[in-house]
T-cell receptor, first 112, second 114 residues
Framework: GENVEQHPSTLSVQEGDSAVIKCTYS??????FPWYKQELGKGPQLIID?????GEKKDQRIAVTLNKTAKHFSLHITETQPEDSAVYFCAAHTGGSYIPTFGRGTSLIVHP | SAVISQKPSRDICQRGTSLTIQCQVDSQVTMMFWYRQQPGQSLTLIAT?????????ESGFVIDKFPISRPNLTFSTLTVSNMSPEDSSIYLCSVGDTYTGELFFGEGSRLTVL
């Protein structure tokens, strides 16, 4: 089955800095890669996603890049703000599966 | 999108007791998913609940420990039976968008077993 590795487990940055979270996957048949943000006391919420026919996608301060050859994808957050502090999960879907494989999560702390 | 309500949001339970978590969705969905999130850990799928059929359990989870009901297309319950401290976790209900693959989650039920 699919295996998703996520690094780092914890990331601490100063407000205004950039943050990068990286994930690798094992199954070359995976074709949909969402990123979820989980704030304290809440359920995860989709913030951005990318499909295997696209190399990069941006939405304001966040962007995701995908390298299918190397089987890795990354989340980039620019100009971080304290409200970006949360746990971020990457995930990979294989084929038409509704059920993703999640990474272990990255706790992002943005210091004001 | 989907709005998911879970009850209870948190509870403290005694060892050996059982607790039922309720999940209500604001639209009709075919599949509902139950996840467990242990402290500081990722999301682990417990089972998929389909209306009108038995739930499908993932490896390591059994119906006797986590019985699931799915009486209609907007509601499901998960029971955590004969609880032990190892069952202390956040339990999350989720539904998926069949077109995009996006998952929508409830706010979770945080259980502490003493």
């Amino acid at each position: 089955g699919e295996n998703v590795e996520q690094h780092p487990s914890t990331l601490s940055v100063q407000e205004g800095d950039s943050a990068v979270i990286k994930c690798t996957y094992s199954d070359s048949a995976s074709n949909y890669f969402p990123w979820y943000k989980q704030e304290l006391g809440k359920g995860p919420q989709l913030i951005i996603d990318i499909r295997s026919n696209v190399g990069e996608k941006k939405d304001q301060r966040i962007a995701v890049t995908l390298n299918k050859t190397a089987k890795h994808f990354s989340l980039h957050i620019t100009e971080t703000q304290p409200e970006d502090s949360a746990v971020y999960f990457c995930a990979a879907h294989t084929g038409g599966s509704y059920i993703p494989t999640f990474g272990r999560g990255t706790s992002l702390i943005v210091h004001p | 999108s989907a709005v998911i309500s879970q009850k209870p949001s948190r509870d403290i339970c005694q060892r050996g007791t059982s607790l039922t978590i309720q999940c209500q969705v604001d639209s009709q969905v075919t599949m509902m998913f139950w996840y467990r999130q242990q402290p500081g850990q990722s999301l682990t799928l417990i089972a998929t609940a389909n209306q009108g059929s038995e739930a499908t359990y993932e490896s390591g989870f059994v119906i006797d420990k986590f019985p699931i009901s799915r009486p209609n297309l907007t509601f499901s319950t998960l029971t955590v039976s004969n609880m032990s401290p190892e069952d202390s976790s956040i339990y999350l209900c989720s539904v998926g968008d069949t077109y995009t693959g996006e998952l929508f989650f409830g706010e979770g039920s945080r259980l502490t077993v003493l």
